[in-house]
């Protein structure tokens, strides 16, 4: 691997950016995530070449565009600000330049067109770009030093998937019930999470439309669609039985503390029944009452999904 390009961070912010950690994308498209010191420390012995990270007498740095432009998740997950995608490298074809390779927004590697990526730039949502004139038209250029030059993105290589599960939930309402997981997808190819976004987005859809018609709101819905995870990892929520299908394709990990939760629509308050497990000790850390329905409802429905794991 010839180097990197730093795509987004993950942290709290008010921490120095050496205790973050870094998501990068090395040259043959392999995800790979680093802690502050470590980077700066490889880049300082000329251990790794990271494309748009250095190292000062301030310490590690982004070189290529503020740092505040790169997409940055927060330790629960959510992602603070504006995410913006990262263009890895320019495509030439007769040594004419014809496009782009970009890492997006919703974590997946694709090409674009020179058109599409000046429209994303002049909308600010490229990290490491900036619109130059030219006399052919615009284009986007590197706001310091070139992208790498490839032809096209990597071939296919073997990959394996890992998911880990966040929470399970159950939603009901008379005779109708949907029972979902959150999940973290990752691979150590982009190209093999690329590929797999329209099926996760497609799975992504169904659970939503099935929750919107129990009776979840549009606000509330926006948290179950996919979105970046740390990791380059893709974040999502889907029924469990398209769950499970993920979980049995590659190795399935769970979070250390799981939420397994069951909501009552039919109920005017919507309290929704909670447990809060420690899969280390086996034990509930934190309970919550619904109704008596969604109440008795978990307790089903927390003993399947602990047999299971």
Request: charged letters at 25%.
């Amino acid at each position: 691997m010839k180097y990197l390009t730093m795509v987004s961070r993950y942290g709290d912010l008010k921490k120095d950016i050496n205790y973050m950690n870094f998501t990068l994308i090395g040259d043959d498209f392999s995800i790979h995530q680093m802690r502050g010191d470590k980077l700066a420390a490889y880049i300082t012995a000329g251990k790794v070449n990271v494309t748009n990270m250095g190292v000062s007498v301030k310490g590690l740095e982004s070189t290529n565009g503020s740092i505040n432009n790169y997409t940055t998740i927060a330790p629960d997950g959510t992602i603070v600000g504006k995410p913006r995608c990262v263009i890895l490298n320019r495509i030439e074809k007769s040594n004419k330049l014809v496009g782009y390779v970009v890492y997006g927004v919703n974590g997946v590697v694709t090409e674009i067109s020179v058109e599409e990526a000046v429209k994303m730039c002049n909308a600010k949502l490229i990290a490491n770009g900036k619109i130059k004139h030219t006399e052919n038209g615009d284009i986007v250029s590197s706001i310091k030093g070139n992208y790498p030059l490839v032809n096209t993105i990597v071939k296919e290589t073997p990959d394996k998937l890992t998911t880990k599960t966040i929470y399970f939930g159950e939603a009901m309402t008379g005779r109708t019930n949907c029972k979902y997981a959150g999940v973290i997808v990752n691979t150590k190819y982009t190209k093999t999470i690329s590929n797999m976004y329209a099926m996760l987005t497609k799975a992504n859809e169904k659970v939503i439309n099935k929750l919107h018609d129990i009776g979840y709101s549009e606000d509330e819905l926006e948290q179950f669609k996919l979105k970046q995870a740390p990791g380059a990892g893709i974040y999502g929520v889907y029924e469990l039985s398209d769950a499970k299908k993920l979980a049995e394709n590659g190795e399935a990990k769970y979070d250390k503390v799981l939420i397994i939760g069951c909501r009552d629509c039919s109920d005017m308050d919507n309290i929704e029944s909670l447990i809060i497990y420690d899969v280390k000790s086996k034990s509930v850390k934190v309970s919550q009452s619904g109704t008596a329905k969604s109440d008795e409802e978990l307790k089903k429905f927390k003993d399947s999904i602990l047999e299971s794991l």
